[in-house]
């Protein structure tokens, strides 16, 4: 009799394992397809001209808690959460489509919210809802957001091409959309405990629009083009520093030195941290949903961008060999982790 | 006191409705947008040259039931259902993103089987699987497509662009994949009295691949390309003949007829309809997911398609006042109705 084979789970694998394991196969066919798989969106045109495209899942219970999340910040968040990617190919998105599959709990009073943030979300970006799907689901809200975009061929930075020596920059503050998501869990363990307290939400309103109602960095990608600077490479964050930064390093094949006093830390998130007794570097290399642009550019761009306003250096790509790790205040090295939130692993 | 506002439950408008009601007011703003929601693909370009994006979510027990759906046609049917949607436009389909959301109950080869499937219909069309999101789900398996596709601008066929008198055309035939649904429910329903029982699906090849492996309608595409017959509008049928010929007629502005005599039925449908006692017109016209092409052609165009393999004529396009219906054999006109296939008010 033949043996029962042992069946393998996805947990094994985690989010880029399986994505990796799914997708090494693929050789792209067609003339248009320009990159597939593997950077923050798909390139795909025939000209000078290109076309960007990505997509995101936002899936109740995993991505989002109905207890503590407005509707009307869920749509504006997913079409960001897009939009954020094609911004970090250096692209401009001007479409996007809206899907969504919801259980009959919910009213078409709360459709309509959902689709008020989206269509702010568009109209504050510039963007036209174009098509999506809209159907039933057995429990629960699902919801999946294509972006399209424009960019100039040779004008796309892909995740691939940092260089030795290339500085890493960052934008923004990192770990306040994770801090601002504590908050939320803390008060929804509260209420749970006693149904008649108020949340103690006020003072942390910087945090909780972070976790709630981020932006995409178009900002960031004008002031670059104003100071003439092309990023040698980019991503946007998502899953946390440590994993995001780690992506352009194993792309670019380079290693990659961080160091902890340059990481921008806001004061709202580092004052919580100690509250929360963790680590404020914790919460920044590996907090994620940050949706602030990661990129490198060339040491001789250094005095272009040191004085623009919301970026920060902080670090440098080195040679493969010498590893990716950041640099203590203490002078330590300590190699960096991808332990960026992996929804598989949940 | 203010009285509690009653909240609109979702059925109360179906799938349509809500679509319609959530997206009445959108103002494209970019030039590059050029046909937005309301037609099988929104149009997006600036030159001579066009990009069609599509999206469609397949969701369990909703679109799919795992107790008869493999998962490798699964795979295989979410690709196909968004190519049908670019032929449906005229267009070819170039890129997938192809996002899945899925449970812990689902090993990492069960995945792979669905991949195959999706891989297999990239394949089979020509189309490069460029992007997509993979994450976990509370329960159950999502799946949400984006097709991309390209056109000549003045080739892309709209559904709101039919004209009075002009001849109503459909490939293949219609019904078959309802009665494929049919039988496999059968099937689960006999299983679950008697899980000894062997499924009695022999014979119904034909039906249960119409229902499980759909294709989408390429070569009539071609065919009519061939022929060099331009449609002067389409649709796919993935609602069913009656809801989906009505949006034509809807958009368009205009009445139609049908004729019962003229329906392309298949045998299998029409002895299987019988065994089941259900009225295989009504399959034809309202059992949905048959994926075939229903297009409109000029009357000049007649002696340039009347030969063509796999097109049947079923009807013409007339005045508004005319209203749409079905003439029966019997010569009786029927109204039709968008009875098709509404997942939300399941």
Chains 1, 2 share one sequence.
């Not at 997913?78 to 259980?103: H, P, R, Y």
């Not at 009073?109 to 269509?119: F, N, Q, V």
Request: aromatic fraction near 6%; charged fraction near 25%; hydrophobic fraction near 40%.
């Amino acid at each position: 009799m033949a043996e029962k084979k042992k069946l393998t789970a996805l947990s094994e694998l985690g989010e880029f394992g399986l994505i990796e394991h799914l997708t090494k196969n693929i050789k792209l066919k067609n003339a248009s397809s320009l990159k597939g798989v593997g950077d923050d969106a798909a390139v795909i045109g025939e000209g000078d001209g290109v076309k960007l495209v990505t997509t995101d899942l936002l899936i109740e219970g995993i991505h989002f808690d109905m207890v503590y999340t407005p509707l009307r910040h869920l749509g504006y968040k997913a079409v960001v959460v897009n939009l954020s990617d094609i911004a970090a190919m250096n692209g401009k998105a001007e479409q996007v489509t809206f899907s969504v599959s919801l259980s009959s709990k919910y009213s078409l009073e709360a459709i309509e919210e959902l689709y008020k943030g989206a269509y702010l979300a568009c109209e504050t970006y510039g963007v036209d809802l174009v098509g999506g799907d809209t159907t039933a689901s057995p429990a629960g809200l699902f919801i999946a957001v294509t972006a399209i975009g424009t960019a100039e061929k040779d004008r796309v930075v892909y995740r691939n091409t940092a260089r030795k020596n290339d500085l890493i920059c960052v934008s923004g503050d990192l770990g306040s959309a994770y801090m601002g998501l504590l908050i939320l869990e803390r008060e929804k363990k509260a209420y749970k405990a006693n149904p008649e307290m108020q949340p103690r939400l006020s003072g942390h309103e910087y945090l909780l629009e972070r976790q709630l109602k981020p932006e995409a960095r178009i900002d960031i990608l004008k002031a670059l083009a104003g100071a003439k600077v092309l990023p040698t490479a980019m991503i946007d964050i998502s899953d946390g520093l440590a994993s995001d930064v780690m992506h352009i390093g194993k792309q670019s094949r380079l290693g990659c030195t961080l160091y902890e006093d340059k990481l921008p830390i806001n004061q709202d998130t580092m004052k919580l941290c100690q509250d929360f007794d963790i680590s404020s570097v914790t919460a920044a290399l590996n907090g994620g949903e940050d949706y602030e642009l990661l990129f490198t550019v060339a040491q001789e761009d250094y005095e272009k961008i040191k004085d623009i306003m919301g970026i920060s250096i902080i670090g440098h790509m080195s040679d493969f060999s010498e590893g990716m790790h950041l640099v203590t205040k203490l002078g330590q090295q300590i190699a960096l982790q991808a332990q960026g939130w992996d929804a598989l692993k949940k």
